[in-house]
């Protein structure tokens, strides 16, 4: 049992990160003086449209690209969806018709682009799922040969979110692009960066995207704020209509609050990133060597390095102890203090659970196992100690009888 | 008088004529524990129990009675002196209220004279009432044969009138029918055959079988849900919560994978045993419906009976799922039965149990387990939850 119930370590950050105290303190702020409608025309209203375009230009910057290229959403899921719903305009602009409309996406995509892409095919947009290697990455030349004379979209996320694999999105682009130019056609790239956002180093520039999602609560921010990065020039058109706020993609009165606290929590997580990494990158170390002391670890994929695999995010790591299910051991850690989730925190869904695992090759008896433990900023070595100690401890005898004796 | 009174038509209660005072007194006790805040009387006059409240509270009584195992039916009544003018009072103010209500516009009025001494007979009393509510409301009429609503009369020591009543649930009063111990699981069908055996005047206390980490809390907040949803049913029932993670773990450890079902049930009928005796319980009650699963056949159930010398009750035994399910949803259980909690993980439910299990290999196996100080360790954890 939890020896301090007052007190449990937090790991679960890829679920939902705790405030990051400036963004939170920010977002008070700002909700106290600029209330106003940022597209009334009084005073009070200019003053809010101006730290709109503070905010704007203080999120370009830190990811590197123009403030008209950002378009403030809900978060991650609109980001996605919005991107992928656009599709669905494309017979109004006298485009490609949607019988020939292809999105090429993959199997171990968040299921706000996987389920919304499916949900496409009912609407006449077809859809090729490509699997990850074994390794949960997917290759760039899997993408290429799924490439079709209808593909409009392609669709890959930068890190999954439940086993951390990074994914060669500048690999992706490359031949997304040279298979484009010879066919005369242009081809959107998108990429969920959710779970890469102030977590990895990465730029949308060299990485060559047409569009990226990001989300607010991941980094600290509060929930209902994460935008959507659109290169210029080649934004798609959205589909909701309203009054005309984010350049037309996303209307609704801006949620500056949100808006204030997010590019604030980004551009303090950023400025933090190199130290943070370096701590997220001794954390993931003790963490793998200590779960594979478990008998029975499992850790997903069997082919992470327990060092700095520079294909994993350092942030998150996927671990099982078949056949004991995922669920008996997040209520073993919690019970001890520790929050921790099976498999990816947002899906709800009982057969979505373990479909990441299971395109990996995973058996789906195995699949059912995989738990996820992630880190954050003031995630401390001794905390993982502590996890790794509680692990090695509780896991055993419940894996025993999970295995059983005849 | 003041407040709201309610006139309670009991059933069965009634035939058992030497036992009738504690029955009685079984049906006050059943109402009043699930009311302890509200003031109220309750008191019985020739055969007719009759529970007085402040108007406030009538709502609050009124759901209460409905769900009184002993009460046929119910109903406000409105008390007057033994005067044909009160009565006609009163009897015209109930009718404005009916019509007010829109119950319809055809009546009769029903008498009954207990108390002879009054002047008139019931059927002069019935002709002038209804003379009188059909001059006052010229849209009302009599119609003995199909009426809309009936205003019935008592003459007693006083004058009773009261219009259609509620009907109550039957049975027999909660603690008249001894006590018995329910195994609770999160499923649909143990709410129901608790209920059963409750209508029956048995008054129940409950075991769940808590296997954390394996079983979630979720699953065992539903079965405090559910105990609470019996309650409204059964005053005074407490969950028993049992920690069954290491009888669990020896029945995983020791026997076949086909054989942990039925083992397990066994166990389950053994600890029963050992609790009801600590609560003075004289039977089980289990959810069993014959050949339901693979535990429910007539061998698995000479098998797991086997492990307790009380009687088990299995009021379900010869009903269907449907027939489960149409109780579970009057009684309100079927939604949180249905939540999907029920994760008595797949690991401990073989994809191959046994259907029909040898007796004698079973003991053996059961046995094997030594798990008879695992049961008596178990008893130590219990944690009462009350309702």
Request: aromatic letters at 6%.
């Amino acid at each position: 049992m939890n020896p301090n119930p007052d007190r449990t370590t937090y790991l679960d950050w890829a679920a939902s990160a705790p405030p990051e105290p400036a963004a939170l303190e920010e977002a008070r702020e700002v909700s106290a003086r600029y209330f106003a409608n940022p597209s009334s025309p009084h005073r009070a209203g200019k003053s809010a449209e101006d730290r709109l375009a503070a905010a704007r230009a203080q999120c370009a910057a830190s990811l590197g690209v123009e403030p008209k290229e950002i378009v403030f959403t809900s978060g991650g899921t609109e980001s996605n969806t919005g991107v992928l719903l656009s599709l669905l305009d494309r017979h109004r602009l006298g485009g490609v018709e949607r019988q020939k409309t292809r999105i090429v996406t993959t199997a171990i995509e968040h299921a706000s682009i996987y389920e919304q892409a499916l949900g496409l095919q009912g609407h006449g947009i077809a859809c090729s799922v490509v699997r990850p290697k074994p390794d949960g990455r997917v290759s760039p030349d899997a993408i290429g040969e799924a490439l079709q004379d209808d593909t409009v979209m392609v669709s890959v996320m930068l890190v999954n979110n439940e086993t951390g694999a990074i994914q060669d999105i500048a690999g992706i682009a490359r031949i997304v692009r040279e298979f484009s130019a010879r066919k005369g056609r242009r081809i959107l790239l998108h990429t969920d960066a959710v779970q890469a956002l102030a977590k990895i180093p990465f730029s949308l520039r060299a990485m060559d995207v047409d569009a990226a999602s990001f989300s607010g609560h991941k980094i600290g921010a509060p929930r209902g704020i994460g935008a959507l990065y659109l290169k210029a020039g080649h934004a798609p058109s959205f589909l909701s209509i309203g009054g005309g706020q984010e350049a037309g993609h996303r209307p609704g009165t801006e949620n500056l609050p949100g808006i204030a606290a997010f590019s604030t929590a980004l551009a303090a997580r950023l400025a933090r990133l190199p130290e943070d990494t370096a701590a997220a990158q001794e954390n993931v170390r003790r963490l793998l060597e200590g779960l594979r002391l478990i008998r029975g670890a499992w850790v997903l994929p069997l082919a992470r390095q327990d060092g700095n695999d520079p294909h994993f995010s350092p942030w998150i790591v996927s671990v099982g102890f078949p056949p004991l299910p995922a669920e008996v051991v997040v209520r073993t850690a919690d019970a001890a203090g520790f929050s921790i989730s099976s498999g990816a925190a947002c899906s709800t869904k009982k057969k979505d659970r373990t479909r990441v695992p299971e395109s990996m090759g995973l058996p789906e008896e195995t699949a059912r196992c995989m738990v996820r433990i992630s880190t954050g900023p003031s995630t401390r070595p001794e905390d993982i100690d502590a996890f790794v100690d509680m692990m090695q401890r509780d896991i055993p005898p419940l894996a025993a009888i999970s295995r059983g004796g005849t | 008088m003041s407040g709201t009174l309610f006139l309670i038509k009991y059933g069965e209660i009634a035939l058992k004529k030497r036992n009738r005072g504690a029955f009685i007194r079984y049906l006050k006790d059943s109402i009043r524990a699930r009311l302890p805040r509200v003031q109220l009387s309750v008191y019985e006059i020739f055969h007719r129990v009759f529970l007085r409240c402040a108007e406030a509270d009538a709502a609050q009584v009124t759901s209460v009675l409905a769900r009184t195992f002993g009460i046929v039916s119910f109903c406000e009544a409105v008390e007057a002196g033994l005067d044909i003018a009160a009565i006609e009072k009163i009897a015209l103010a109930l009718a404005a209220r009916y019509l007010a209500a829109g119950m319809g516009t055809r009546f009769k009025a029903e008498v009954r004279r207990a108390e002879k001494a009054f002047p008139m007979t019931s059927y002069e009393i019935a002709c002038r009432l209804g003379d009188a509510l059909c001059g006052n409301f010229p849209e009302l009429k009599v119609d003995v044969h199909t009426p809309d609503w009936v205003l019935s009369v008592e003459i007693r020591e006083r004058a009773y009138l009261y219009g259609p009543s509620t009907g109550g649930p039957y049975g027999l009063p909660t603690g008249s029918s001894g006590r018995g111990l329910l195994l609770l699981s999160g499923g649909i069908d143990s709410p129901v055959a608790g209920w059963m055996m409750a209508k029956r005047g048995m008054a129940i206390h409950a075991v769940y079988f808590h296997s954390a980490p394996f079983t979630s809390e979720q699953a065992r907040e539903k079965v405090e849900t559910l105990t609470r949803r019996l309650a409204g049913w059964t005053p005074g029932i407490a969950l028993h919560v049992v920690h069954f993670t290491p009888v669990l773990a020896r029945i995983k450890e020791r026997a076949l994978a086909e054989e942990i079902t039925l083992l397990l049930r066994a166990c389950m009928m053994r600890f029963a045993t050992l609790l009801a005796a600590r609560l003075g319980s004289m039977c089980l009650v289990t959810g069993e419906s014959l050949g339901q699963v693979a535990s429910q056949t007539v061998e698995s159930m000479h098998f797991t009976g086997s492990y307790t010398d009380l009687p088990v009750f299995r009021p379900l035994v010869g009903m269907n799922k449907e027939e489960i399910i149409a109780v579970a949803q009057r009684i309100n259980t079927f939604e949180t039965s249905n939540l999907p909690f029920a994760d008595c993980c797949v690991l401990f439910a073989p994809e191959h149990p046994l259907i029909h299990p040898d007796k004698r290999k079973m003991d053996l196996s059961f046995r094997k387990l030594d798990v008879e100080p695992l049961l008596l360790q178990a008893l130590e954890t219990v944690e009462i939850v009350r309702s």
